[in-house]
C-alpha cells in the first residue's frame, strides 16, 4: 500500500500535504507531564486494548525498542513528533498500512491521533480522523469538561484538541519577498505559519505550515472552514505571484527552474538543504507549466526518501558525506 | 568543408588547437608600423596578385568592409588577431574554406600566415604553412637579412618568423593550484605561456595558449622541436594530476562534472564565462573517461559558436542579456 507522501493521485500546486490531529485524554489518570511509568505503561495497554478490535492494521512502535535513526525517520514521514522521538516515558506509536493514521500514546496528552493525506484534502482528513476518534470515544473515557471540551496538558489545546496543519509551499511568496506581510496578516486572523517540522523550525525549500492557534469556543468545523477561509486566500495570492513572477523574470525564472531539475537528475553529491531547494525550484515549475511528466507525488516522495534519517536508516549511511553521495543516486533514481 | 574546430576527428584531451604563424615583410615596402595607405594597397595588390594561382580557395576580406562583428567573430575562430581587426591601415584577410590556413595581410607585418588544427598537430600544420610559405616565397621578393633570416616588425619575430600556439585545456593543474610553479618552470625553457586570446589576455576556462618565445638563432624544426618537448612535459603533468584529482576528489569531481554538463544540456540563460568554465568541466570529463558520447570537436564547436561576436552576427543578439538567452539555447541544441 502507497505511503501518504507516494499517493500518485494526490497532488496540488501549493499544499503539499493536509494533517489534522486530535489531542486526548483518559480521564483518571495524570496527564503526561505528570505521570509515573506505571501510568504510562497503563495508558498504552488500555488504547492498545481499544485497538484491537478496530477495522485498521496498524503497525505497533514500542518507542523504546525503536532506534533513534527509526524514530528520526518517523519524524520525517511526519508521522510522530520531533519531541515524541525523544521522551523518556514509556511510548508507543500505531501507524496505520498507508500511514495515513498515526497514533502517538504518551506525548504531550495521552493520545494523539493524527490524519495525513497529501494535498488539500481537509474533507478526507476529517472524515477520517473522526472514525478514529468516535471509536475510541466509544473503547475509552476521555477527560472531558463540559463547558470547554476535551482537557489537554497544554493549554492551547483544550476544547476541540484539534490542530489542522497543511504544508503548503510558497516559493513565489517568498522570491517576491512578500512573506512577511502576508504572514502577519494571516497572524491576525488566528492562523500559525511555521516552518517544515512544526514550531520552532525553520523554512527550507520554501515549504511552511499554516495551523489553527485556537482550538476552544468553536466547533472543528468552524475551526476548518475559518483556516480553510485563510489557506485559500494564501494559495490565491501564491498562484498570483507565481504569474506576475513568470511575467517578470521569464527567461532567468526557466533557467533556475530548468537547471535545478538538470542538477537534481544530475548531481552526484547534494545536501538536504540543496535538495530541498531544488525541489522548490521543480515543483514551482510544474505549478506553473513548465515542467512535464514530473508529478508532484514524485517530489513529495523523493523530498522524504532523501531526508537524513531515511539515509541513514535505509542504507546505514550515517557520516554526512557519504549521505551526500548517496541522496544524489537516490534522487537520480527517482527521476531518471 | 567543416571548419577547424568542428573537425570530429580531430581531438586531444589536453591541445585543443596547434596553431603556426609566419611573420613575413616585402622587401622594399616601408614595414606596417611606418607604412602610407598606398604602400599597404601596394602590397595587398602583391599578395592577391600572388594568390589568384594559388591551388586554394580563398575568401577574400577586405577589412575597411568588414563589420566590427564579422571581425570579432573572425578573431573568436583565431583567423585574425585582435590587433588586426583594430587597424586603421588598408587591411585584407584570405581564409581558405575549411579556415586551416589564413592569410593577414598589413597586420604588425606584412604578411602573416597562420595554419589551425584541432588538436596537436605540428607536423600537418607545419607541412601546410611550409607549403603556403614557399609558394609565396617564388612570387614574392621576402625582406631578409643574411645572418638573421626574415626580417619582421616586432624583433622578437626576427629570423625564422614563426609562432607555434597550441590552446591546451589545463584543468588539473589549475584546481590542484600548480600553475604557477609550472608556468615559471615553463618559462625558463623559452616557453611563453598566456591567456586565451594570446598576449594580454586572461585564461578563461582553463585554456591556455602555450608558444615559443624566440624566433631568432634555430631552425624551425629546432624551435618546434624544443617547444613540442615541453609540451609534452605540460600535457604529462596534467595527465599526472587529472589521475591524482580523480581520487582525491572523486565524487566531488563527478558531481562538478555531471552537474556541468546537466547544466550546459539545460540551462535557458548563460553566460560566456560560465559557458567557458561548465565546458571545461565537461572536458575533463570526457578526459578521464567520465562521460561518454561528448567528442572534442563538439565542445570545440559549443566554445566558438557561443562566443559572443559570433551570437551577435549569427543572430543579431547584440545585447548582452539576451545575447545570454541564445547562447543557453545554442549550447541545449548542439549538446541535445
Redesign the interface.
Known sequence: MAKWFCDANAGDDVVISTRIRLARNLKGIPFPGAMTQKDALLVIEKVEHALEEMNYTFTRLDMSKTSPAQKQKLVEERLISPAFAKSTLPCAAYISEDECISIMVNEEDHIRIQCIYAGYESKKAYELISKVDDYFAEKLDYAMHEKYGYLTSCLTNVGTGMRISYMVHLPSIVMTGASDSIFSTVGKMGVTVRGMYGEGTKSSGNIFQISNQTTLGRSEVEIADSLNETLEKVIEKERELRTKLSQKQG??L??RI??S???L??????SGKETLERISDVRLGVGIGLIDGVEYSKLNNIMIISSPAHIAFDYGEEDPSSRD?KR?QIIRDALN
Chains 1, 2 share one sequence.
Open positions: 527567461a532567468i526557466e533557467d530548468f537547471r531539475l538538470a542538477i537528475k544530475s548531481a552526484r553529491v547534494i553521495i544524489a
